[in-house]
């Protein structure tokens, strides 16, 4: 008692006395008089917070918990109704994305470490019982089992509180202790809720973290106050962008008439999809898609698979340029193709055509390069090998093919491009499998769970195949990014992409993926410096692998380094100049430049790139909010939306978030798609 009453702090509210009747035998406190509302009360009343408010008000409570700490003290009890807000309500015109830059947003904490009494009709929201102390919706596991409790059970329960402050909803449902305790031990956090309030990533990273059933898995006082920093300068940049926007608006058809006078390389090659003949390098090739010869035709993936690994074979020669596998997959089984036709389109001075048959164990391969500007065959062969030899057949390929274009390989390249991906064929055949899922243009949660069986399998079959670690380990942090923030994935993708590297050095994308679950971690300048080793060691391994280069250059997107992001974008667009995933990305980079015109003149190429994508168009949607604020754009976007698509619910929070722009608040909380608007 007398160590809360001694604890002073701006964000805690004072106790002045503690005292028992002598009558009753009931301890009693005399505290400040805070005038204000709770936090439940306040989301009860206008429904969930945005992110930077909440971010403010945890970063006061952690400060409070910090000054408790270190008095040994911990509350026990930390939930929205112990949280009061003193500031004053936020204009009701306000319309801006956080209404913390314009409110002096104070909350200060009540009823430290006093125990609450029991009342007649106990609810999750408020319940002593027993020897437990606390609030079960709010209360850290240990707090169940009468283990001992230090800050990090306060840190537990301030991740509850957030929540439910970004949400509107507890993230443990139940109405009595057994209950709670159930859903904590046996549910997975419902990460679609936070998703659907438009939390950002990073917050909801750190979200799961402080709700991590052990103790020593949360972060402590410190680590959290930084990370909470983190999370809003990220938010505020990217608010700053937003004002920016806001305020060009009445010139953002003079910058399209601009960017159109100013920038005809861009008029001229991308949109039109053909390039400058005069332009276009001799040492460069495309790999057709493979034609599948076999008569099972679901052996289709495996002659894909064999120009997938051709094409990374390739893309290990710096001498080369090599246009990635999905700028050419539109070729595929196209009638009387124009091969010179073709190679303007993307940029090359040789086509490279071929055909796969796979019969029971064996398999034969046939190719022809050929010079697209006189139609001139350079070099044919044909292939008749076993499964397992045909392992290697990717590497001979690529040496033959360097060697009829005149393009010359380093020792280290020779050695790289040769190298045996696998001793067991099988797992080949499996690993093929897995590629075929992950390289499919919907980015779905069946086909990253597809995807991570067949890697899963493969690593199974050989523990030291080190590229399907690698690929397993971009699924993992794939879906830890996209689908499922549990630590337990981003933890695995490390060991993965770490046994990649430590079975070969060389391997491109386990370097790549170490920098992106390093940026995952808290920012400090040996993190930056570690992960941007990382990036130029991949990209310094495979300068030529598309995909590779367009998640470095997104990469360096997140994390700032926007000159360099700039440069490996260019790259990237001239390997890969039908990924309408690199144009998408490319406006994110447009967009955190504060160039709104060039951003969704990368937006319309991904768009149409892939017309039917439902993502491409999602994504022009919800960023035309933060690029203008515009509701009317994204309304259109969201319109060409064709009914009964909704992958993971997210047209609907888009619904929703246009709803909260306009201050459609009944409307924002309708969960059916439909909506009239």
């Excluded at 973290?209 to 052990?214: D, F, N, R, V």
């Excluded at 380990?473 to 337990?488: C, K, S, T």
């Excluded at 300048?525 to 310094?540: F, G, N, P, T, Y």
């Amino acid at each position: 008692a007398r160590a809360a009453a001694a604890l002073k702090h701006p964000n805690v509210a004072t106790v002045y006395h503690f005292g028992i009747r002598e009558e009753t035998g009931q301890c009693f406190c005399a505290m400040e008089l805070v005038e204000g509302e709770t936090l439940e009360m306040r989301v009860r009343r206008t429904g969930p917070l945005d992110a930077l408010t909440t971010i403010e008000i945890a970063l006061q409570i952690t400060s409070a918990l910090t000054t408790a700490e270190k008095q040994g003290l911990v509350h026990r009890d930390l939930k929205p109704a112990n949280l009061m807000f003193v500031a004053a309500a936020p204009d009701a015109d306000d319309s801006s994305p956080s209404k913390a830059e314009k409110a002096d947003t104070v909350v200060k904490v009540i009823d430290f470490g006093v125990a609450k009494a029991l009342v007649e009709k106990p609810d999750a929201m408020g319940l002593t019982h027993g020897g437990f102390v606390g609030t079960p919706a709010f209360a850290s596991p240990e707090q169940f089992t009468n283990a001992r409790v230090d800050v990090r059970s306060d840190i537990y329960s301030l991740g509850a509180t957030l929540w439910y402050l970004l949400t509107g909803n507890r993230p443990f449902q139940g109405t009595t202790i057994e209950q709670i305790r159930t859903s904590q031990r046996s549910r997975a956090l419902p990460i679609e809720q936070l998703k659907a309030a438009r939390v950002p990533s990073r917050l909801i990273s750190l979200l799961v973290s402080m709700l991590a059933p052990e103790p020593a898995a949360r972060p402590d006082v410190r680590a959290l106050t930084l990370q909470l920093q983190d999370c809003r300068a990220q938010i505020l940049d990217r608010w700053k962008i937003v004002k920016r926007f806001a305020l060009a608006a009445a010139l953002v058809t003079l910058v399209i008439v601009a960017t159109v006078l100013l920038f005809p390389q861009m008029r001229n090659q991308p949109l039109s999809g053909a390039a400058n003949t005069s332009s276009i390098p001799p040492k460069s090739i495309a790999v057709l898609p493979f034609h599948n010869l076999s008569e099972e035709k679901e052996n289709a993936f495996f002659a894909d698979g064999i120009q997938d690994d051709l094409v990374t074979s390739l893309a290990r020669i710096k001498g080369l340029k090599v246009v990635s596998r999905s700028s050419v997959a539109s070729y595929r089984d196209l009638p009387g193709r124009r091969l010179r036709a073709i190679a303007q389109e993307l940029g090359v001075g040789a086509v490279l055509e071929g055909s796969v048959r796979r019969t029971a164990n064996r398999v034969l391969v046939n190719v022809q390069l050929t010079d697209a500007t006189t139609e001139r065959q350079i070099w044919s062969d044909r292939y008749d090998r076993t499964l397992e030899d045909s392992i290697t057949l990717q590497g001979q390929l690529a040496a033959e093919i360097a060697t009829a274009l005149a393009a010359k390989l380093s020792p280290e390249e020779k050695a790289q491009v040769e190298a045996k991906l696998t001793n067991n064929p099988d797992a080949y055949v499996v690993y093929l499998r897995g590629r075929e899922f992950q390289m499919r243009p919907e980015v779905s949660r069946d086909n990253f769970v597809a995807a991570e069986q067949c890697y899963r399998h493969a690593v199974a079959l050989d523990p030291r195949f080190a590229l399907a670690h690698a690929r397993l380990a971009e699924i993992l942090q794939g879906r830890y990014e996209w689908f499922d923030h549990q630590p337990a994935l981003l933890a695995e993708a490390r060991t993965h992409a770490e046994e990649a590297l430590r079975l070969d050095p060389h391997c491109g994308q386990a370097h790549l993926l170490i920098a992106k679950i390093l940026s995952w971690s808290v920012k400090s300048i040996e993190r930056d410096k570690a992960m941007k080793q990382e990036v130029d060691s991949a990209l310094h391994l495979l300068p030529n692998d598309g995909y590779l280069v367009m998640i470095a250059a997104l990469f360096q997107t997140d994390m700032d380094w926007l000159a360099e992001a700039e440069a490996t974008f260019q790259r990237a667009i001239e390997i890969n100049p039908r990924e309408p995933k690199v144009f998408y990305n490319y406006a994110t980079l447009q967009a955190k430049k504060g160039d709104v015109a060039k951003a969704r003149w990368a937006s319309d190429r991904s768009l149409e790139l892939a017309p039917e994508s439902v993502f491409f168009r999602l994504f022009r949607a919800n960023e035309e909010l933060l690029w203008t604020g515009e509701v009317a754009r994204t309304k259109k976007f969201l319109a060409e939306i064709p009914a009964g698509k909704d992958p993971d619910g997210r047209v609907t929070a888009a619904y929703c978030t246009a709803a909260v722009y306009e201050r459609n608040f009944p409307r924002s909380s309708t969960p059916a798609r439909g909506l009239s608007f």
